[in-house]
């Protein structure tokens, strides 16, 4: 019993470790001339299945032409989904213009 247990923690374990954070990073023009970031929140449902709330770039570029966009899946955004078991999904939009 005891070993089965043991196993099935070490699965446990693995899996967990095996996840990772994602970025997505995209240059929109000539990219970043400023250097002035804006940083915004996206909400999914099951696993990203369900948009609930997301960042419109284009907006929180505030009008500029030449910008960087990078989406980003953090550590806390994991965190909060693995508490929820996947239910609810954040990531991070960050616009450097």
């Known amino acids: ?32 001339q400023t250097g002035v970031e804006v940083t915004g929140k996206n909400h999914f449902l099951i696993n990203g299945l369900f948009p609930l709330g997301v960042s419109n770039a284009k907006q929180m570029a505030g009008g500029a032409s030449d910008y960087d966009l990078t989406v980003t899946h953090s550590f806390i955004d994991g965190l909060i989904g693995g508490i929820t078991f996947g239910i609810y999904t954040p990531t991070t939009t960050t616009v450097k213009k």
Do not use: E, H, W
Not at 8 to 21: D, E, F, N, P, R
């Open 1 to 32: 019993m005891k070993k089965v247990l043991l196993n099935i923690a070490m699965m446990v374990s693995i899996s967990l470790m095996m996840t990772s954070c994602f970025t997505y990073t995209a240059v929109v023009g000539k990219g970043s």
